[in-house]
């Protein structure tokens, strides 16, 4: 088995994302997200070590500007993203998304 090498916790979370690459502008989605990257599901292409710029829908309906470094990619799925430029009230917002969506996800298992 794979070890985590992640330090801060990813929680599923479906939401709305627009970004812009090297390849062009897309609409996507979040399949997971912590307070310092997501996974993008995608179809467009983005190339590891590629800088993006894009925008996350938070579940009450305000968006979020955002540029980060792609990490790794899926072909035909997405690509995971750290965040690279990120306020520190939106790096706050996330982190409270992070933990009330993973208190959420915590107590569906139980």
């Given amino acids: 088995m794979e070890e985590e090498r992640r330090v801060h916790r990813r929680v599923p979370l479906l939401v709305e994302v627009a970004w812009e690459g090297a390849t062009g502008k897309y609409e996507a989605r979040t399949s997971d997200v912590s307070a310092t990257g997501c996974f993008i599901d995608t179809i467009g292409r983005a190339a590891a070590g590629e800088t993006i710029?894009?925008?996350?829908?938070?579940?009450?309906?305000?968006?979020?500007?955002?540029?980060?470094?792609?990490?790794?990619?899926?072909?035909?799925?997405?690509?995971?993203?750290?965040?690279?430029?990120?306020?520190?009230?939106?790096?706050?917002?996330l982190e409270w998304l992070v933990k009330a969506e993973g208190y959420r996800a915590d107590k569906q298992k139980q």
Wanted: glycine share 12%.
């Fill in 53 to 93: 710029r894009f925008t996350v829908r938070l579940p009450a309906g305000d968006w979020i500007k955002l540029q980060g470094e792609v990490i790794y990619e899926q072909r035909g799925m997405g690509f995971g993203v750290r965040f690279t430029s990120l306020s520190a009230f939106d790096r706050q917002r």
